[in-house]
């Protein structure tokens, strides 16, 4: 138990002792859930670090890193992550948004889609890629769709708190609700993590669901399942985006190659790492 009263530098000093041992981000942590508490900006932890802690604000803050010292995700206990340089609900019901994947929502701006473009976000989670593009591209019309009935609440809740109600989300099992309507482009980062990964023991993937994470066939089942189903919602010449795993995109080239897509090209992400693969569909 930490002494009552601590300053901003002692209870983070504190608190990153505390973390060291069971996060790799021990003061990044407890940075965040310091500003959770006191619902402040970074830069107060910085500007006032003799200010001192209320009774109140001692007594979440250490319940809070007691929670994470157990594992849990920081952006399950405060209940939000930034991605894309905005904020996002999380939940467990679903991935919590990952920094590999703005190389998908950067690829995707980058392409020469026009202003209306039709834009399908498959398995979107928190809505993150979805609803990223669309801040950026407000004329883009943006589908999103999730096979999980709280994801699609949770997807919707970031839409209006994010005011991009031009958004629709569907409940559907990958196109199985997705009628009537072609694309010009279909971005995914569906679960592609192979249900053997050891990883999957560890960190904070143990608190997320498996169906936002694994697929079967080494994890390239439903990346696989897009990809093919995809040819019949794409326009033509239209574009195919995925995220995958970093070992996986040889296969995934070939996959789509296979499949009639052209212009292949895998894109690293900011850590150097195989993350996406493009095809077009002429
Ligand atoms: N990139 C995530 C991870 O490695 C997995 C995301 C996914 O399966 N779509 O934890």
Same mark, same amino acid.
């Given at each position: ?23 790799? !981000? ?161 971005? !995914? ?94």
């Amino acid at each position: 138990m930490a002494q009552s009263s601590q300053t901003i530098a002692q209870a983070l000093q504190w608190a990153s002792e505390q973390l060291h041992s069971t996060s790799e !981000s021990a003061k990044v942590d407890a940075e965040a859930l310091l500003l959770h508490c006191i619902n402040k900006n970074r830069s107060f932890l910085y500007t006032w670090p003799d200010k001192t802690l209320s009774s109140a604000q001692q007594a979440d803050f250490e319940a809070m890193v007691a929670t994470r010292q157990a594992g849990r995700p920081v952006a399950h206990i405060i209940g939000e992550r930034e991605f894309w340089s905005l904020p996002f609900l999380v939940n467990d019901t679903t991935l919590i948004p990952r920094p590999d994947t703005e190389i998908l929502v950067e690829s995707a701006l980058n392409l020469p889609l026009a202003d209306d473009a039709n834009v399908l976000d498959l398995g979107t989670g928190t809505g993150a890629i979805a609803l990223s593009l669309a801040y950026e591209r407000p004329s883009w019309q943006v589908t999103a769709i999730d096979k999980v009935p709280e994801a699609v609440a949770l997807a919707k809740a970031n839409r209006d708190n994010l005011k991009l109600g031009q958004v629709e989300i569907l409940q559907s099992d990958w196109f199985s609700e997705v009628t009537d309507k072609r694309f010009d482009l279909i971005v !995914s980062n569906p679960p592609y993590i192979d249900e053997a990964d050891n990883h999957l023991s560890q960190g904070d993937v143990r608190f997320e669901p498996h169906s936002a994470l694994t697929a079967k066939d080494q994890g390239y089942a439903d990346l696989f399942h897009i990809a093919q189903t995809a040819k019949s919602y794409l326009t033509s010449g239209g574009y195919l985006l995925l995220e995958h795993g970093y070992q996986q995109a040889i296969k995934v080239r070939e996959k789509l190659i296979e499949l009639g897509y052209q212009d292949v090209a895998t894109i690293r992400d900011f850590g150097s790492n195989d993350r996406c693969t493009l095809g077009r569909l002429c």
